[in-house]
Antibody, heavy 119, light 111 residues
Framework: EVQLVESGGGLVQPGGSLRLSCAASGFTFSSNWMSWVRQAPGKGLEWVANIKQDGSEKYYVDSVKGRFTISRDNAKNSLYLQMNSLRAEDTAVYYC????????????WGKGTTVTVSS | QSVLTQPPSVSGAPGQRVTISCTGSSSNIGAGYDVHWYQQPPGTAPKLLIYGNSNRPSGVPDRFSGSKSGTSASLAITGLQAEDEADYYCQSYDSSLSGSVFGGGTKLTVL
């Protein structure tokens, strides 16, 4: 079964850091671009970042550039999102998604992990 | 303010047909980039519903269809069922922003 499982969310103070993980199974992880998408409480979806199969290309939405870093470990079938200098507006459910054709559709989604930035 | 504009809500009775619009600009839909649609029932993760403007992934009923023209796209749902009640999002690529963009979402209520 094709599956993505996120972890690492939690409550963090403004200015703090958090590292999200996404474990992939059921497909060839190393052959796919991967993305992070977030959804603030009661709001719509926002694409956050994506990464090429070998990690050599990475793209970010402007609001997280310089604060968030996307990475992957193909040997562990895992995707990561390192989030630094967190702000209240980063509070959201963060989804990991398979992005098979780069900036095209996202065809497999995890259930999400919740990040809350609050003092 | 989302880059792609959708109506906040639509509704219809069981069996009826509804459409959801997605309006973009010359840097996304109007530039020729394809549109994709996602369905998100309450409390669940998004699910790919339509890709490449009008293609359905395996398992998606043919009651769902998509189209694109100019700077806009539409999702049509025929034979409305209670289980169709969900939020629906369009998505495309924006060359000015160099990233994927979503519509603000449309809440479908089945009366």
């Amino acid at each position: 079964e094709v599956q993505l499982v996120e972890s690492g969310g939690g409550l963090v103070q403004p200015g703090g850091s958090l590292r999200l993980s996404c474990a992939a199974s059921g497909f060839t992880f190393s052959s796919n671009w991967m993305s992070w998408v977030r959804q603030a409480p009661g709001k719509g979806l926002e694409w956050v970042a994506n990464i090429k199969q070998d990690g050599s290309e990475k793209y970010y939405v402007d609001s997280v550039k310089g604060r968030f870093t996307i990475s992957r470990d193909n040997a562990k079938n895992s995707l990561y999102l390192q989030m630094n200098s967190l702000r209240a507006e980063d509070t959201a459910v963060y989804y990991c998604a398979r992005d098979p054709l780069r900036f095209y559709y996202m065809d497999v989604w995890g259930k999400g992990t919740t990040v809350t930035v609050s003092s | 303010q989302s880059v792609l504009t959708q109506p906040p809500s639509v509704s219809g009775a069981p069996g009826q047909r509804v459409t959801i619009s997605c309006t973009g600009s010359s840097s996304n839909i109007g530039a020729g980039y394809d549109v994709h649609w996602y369905q998100q029932p309450p409390g669940t993760a998004p699910k790919l519903l339509i890709y490449g403007n009008s293609n359905r992934p395996s398992g998606v009923p043919d009651r769902f269809s998509g189209s694109k023209s100019g700077t806009s796209a539409s999702l049509a749902i025929t034979g409305l069922q209670a289980e169709d009640e969900a939020d629906y999002y369009c998505q495309s690529y924006d060359s000015s922003l160099s990233g994927s963009v979503f519509g603000g979402g449309t809440k479908l209520t089945v009366l």
